[in-house]
RNA sequence: GGCGGCAUAGCCAAGCGGUAAGGCACGGGUCUGCAACACCCUUACCACCGGUUCGAUUCCGGUUGCCGCCUCCA
């Protein structure tokens, strides 16, 4: 069984093959760092970790590189505004970065390259494109000649004579046609800036992510991935430029997540509705925001509302509970026995069918819909009287699997380390044998007020908390 | 003008040739001292009109309605 991945380049499914088995060479863009990401920028890291651990269950072996644009006008702006200077800045949101995405359960790259530390790359990079005739110097200013690659518009699927009569795209005096995109821009006065053969600069965006790209994963990677918007023009002028450079393939997979929208409307500075993740994260629990983008597959839009979050977080409640439950039922009781065979192959048939989900395009939405299947199956088992712990253990462990690929592991096994609680449930478990249910309800609505809710099993007591 | 996407139950969302997964919410039942957890049951003319096919939600054409991109927005 392969994975199949829908490729933007082709406009298909297609089987992946790695170039080098069981080696995935991956590059996702990363944020503009000049303010806290909001979730819209989120999307694309909860996604794509999905889409690394999914390729690291399957066993490959995944070097994942994210970039941070770390200087570009919107970040000298901000730094401007705010008196602060521009690697203060940047570090101050790099971290607030890392915290955010963090929380939301995705793990760090291999590398987080910035193109601050990679100047000198970039102006080897594009002194190759001048020599070759791709790139032309203009007031201090280099322009790639966007004309002169063939296959320029491959990836968004436009022509070329169709974006000249494109609403927005600008002349500039110093350009040689409307189409040249550049490469490294001319310091305005007081900026930060780099010397160069061209004078001080900075590079332009899109040529930060080719020389990076190339320079930690080689000429040509696997799979390059980012926000829908990014296909165009940003992933196309990378093509052009790394392609221009090497005359290799630049990258063979290209993934695209879509947009946030919020209460049905474009998540947007203007309209001012965009949802930061550093505040939402107070409000709601961030596992609850991974799992709900997640039951949505990655290239359609996704709405965000309250209504539609609470209920993702009754739905990831629910698989919680059921795993809380085999916990305590293996805590409690659990019992040898020969009836296993049949539940184990239920199980090994649950995450077969996850692995069939997952294979097709990384369809998480379809992967949670078997992880329901699975707490369904776990709770039906919880019925029976006697429970062996093969089979407990083989549900927890599943549970545990298919979940890590999601990021979304379950929270460690609680102790409950509150004495006065435990001589209440004490207290309550003997007033119930007196048949004393005033007594008892009344203290189970004490520990209700204090977050700890009690449920009746045949097997004892259960606590969780609310 | 060009390129593309979407329209499936009250809501969210899979499926993409053999008359519809899953979740949330609602209702009914079972379990429980009562609850909770849970289990079972119930709920869909798949936007509209044509066509292809033995058969279409799934393919093709058209219509309507939303949405994205077309040089620096994830």
């Given at each position: 069984m392969t994975i199949q991945l829908y490729n933007t380049l082709t406009r298909k499914k297609e089987e992946f093959v790695p170039v080098t088995e069981g080696e995935v060479k991956m590059y996702v863009c990363g944020p503009t760092v000049y303010n806290y990401i909001h979730i819209g920028n989120a999307r694309p890291v909860i996604v794509f970790d999905t889409v690394r651990r999914y390729l690291e269950y399957r066993g490959y072996n995944v070097k994942f590189v994210s970039n941070f644009t770390d200087v570009d006008d919107k970040i000298i702006k901000a730094a401007n505004e705010l008196g602060e200077e521009v690697p203060e800045l940047t570090e101050r949101f790099i971290q607030a970065y890392f915290e955010d995405v963090g929380a939301l359960g995705c793990k760090k790259a291999d590398m987080h390259p910035r193109v601050t530390d990679h100047i000198q790359d970039v102006i080897d990079f594009i002194s190759l494109l001048v020599e070759k005739e791709y790139a032309y110097e203009s007031d201090g200013d280099v322009y790639f000649?966007?004309?002169?690659?063939?296959?320029?518009?491959?990836l968004s699927h436009q022509s070329i004579d169709e974006l000249k009569v494109g609403a927005r795209i600008q002349a500039s005096e110093?350009?040689?046609?409307?189409?040249d995109f550049v490469l490294w821009k001319a310091a305005k006065e007081g900026e930060i800036s780099w010397s160069s053969p061209w004078g001080e600069g900075r590079p332009g965006w899109h040529i930060e992510c080719s020389v990076m790209a190339r320079q930690l994963l080689?000429?040509?990677?696997?799979i390059h991935a980012g926000g829908?918007?990014?296909?165009?023009?940003h992933h196309e002028n990378e093509i052009a430029q790394s392609e221009a450079l090497?005359?290799?393939?630049?990258?063979r997979y290209w993934m695209h997540n879509g947009y946030i929208n919020i209460d049905n409307e474009k998540m947007s500075k203007s309209l001012g509705n965009f949802v930061l993740v550093h505040d939402i994260i107070q409000q709601i629990d961030p596992q609850v925001l991974r799992f709900f983008m997640l039951s949505?597959?990655?290239s359609s839009p996704v709405n965000f509302s309250q209504d539609l979050v609470e209920s993702a977080a009754n739905g990831l409640d629910r698989i919680r509970t059921a795993y809380q439950n085999v916990e305590h039922r293996l805590a409690v009781s659990a019992d040898n026995g020969d009836q296993h065979d049949i539940w184990l192959h239920k199980i090994q048939q649950q995450q077969t069918a996850f692995e069939e989900a997952m294979d097709d395009d990384f369809n998480t939405a379809n992967g949670i819909a078997v992880i329901f299947e699975l707490a369904r199956l776990a709770n039906v088992y919880l019925l029976e009287k006697n429970t062996e712990k093969v089979v407990l253990e083989a549900f927890l462990n599943t549970f545990n699997q298919l979940m890590s690929v999601l990021g979304l592991p379950f929270k460690e096994k609680e102790e409950l380390q509150d004495e006065a609680i435990d001589r209440l449930i004490e207290e309550r478990l003997e007033a119930r044998k007196n048949r004393d249910f005033a007594r008892a309800d009344a203290i189970r609505d004490e520990l209700k007020e204090q977050g700890i809710l009690l449920e009746d099993t045949a097997q004892g007591v259960r606590w969780k908390r609310s």
């Open positions: 000649r966007t004309r002169k690659f063939d296959g320029y518009g491959k110093r350009k040689q046609d409307a189409l080689g000429d040509t990677i696997d829908q918007d990014l296909t165009f023009p090497t005359g290799k393939t630049f990258a949505v597959h990655y």
